[in-house]
Nanobody, 125 residues
Framework: QVQLVQSGGGSVQAGESLRLSCAAS????????MAWFRQVPGKEREGVAI??????????DYHDSVKGRTTISRDNAKDTLYLQMTSLTPEDTAMYFC????????????????WGQGTQVTVSS
């Protein structure tokens, strides 16, 4: 399986922005379903954003808590998946993971093929 390598993350102040990256060779051609998840110790993992490419069409889905201030995208030239978040709040503090999954591609029934190693995002108020 293709290894997903994450970068980005770190500590930021509330209201600031952050971009996470998830790179893998041939990522745009190998995976049609990709997503970002996050997890806080003691809580269930939750989906943040999903990108699904099929037949030249790309669809997106976002968790309600990040909708409107979050963008999931892919850069074909750089073989990289991105998660751009703005207006960060302490509630966004979590370990973030990128993942590739099987289709159908959705939060509720996500079936991972591969996971990134995770990167910590800490938002202070």
């Amino acid at each position: 399986q293709v290894q997903l390598v994450q970068s980005g993350g770190g500590s930021v102040q509330a209201g600031e922005s952050l971009r996470l990256s998830c790179a893998a060779s041939g990522i745009t051609t190998t995976y049609s379903c990709m997503a970002w998840f996050r997890q806080v110790p003691g809580k269930e993992r939750e989906g943040v954003a999903i990108l699904y490419a099929s037949g030249g069409r790309t669809s997106y889905d976002y968790h309600d808590s990040v909708k409107g201030r979050t963008t999931i995208s892919r850069d074909n030239a750089k073989d990289t998946l991105y998660l751009q978040m703005t207006s960060l709040t302490p509630e966004d503090t979590a370990m973030y993971f990128c993942a590739a999954g099987l289709v159908p591609c959705g939060f509720a029934t996500f079936r991972a093929i591969s996971w990134g190693q995770g990167t910590q995002v800490t938002v202070s108020s």
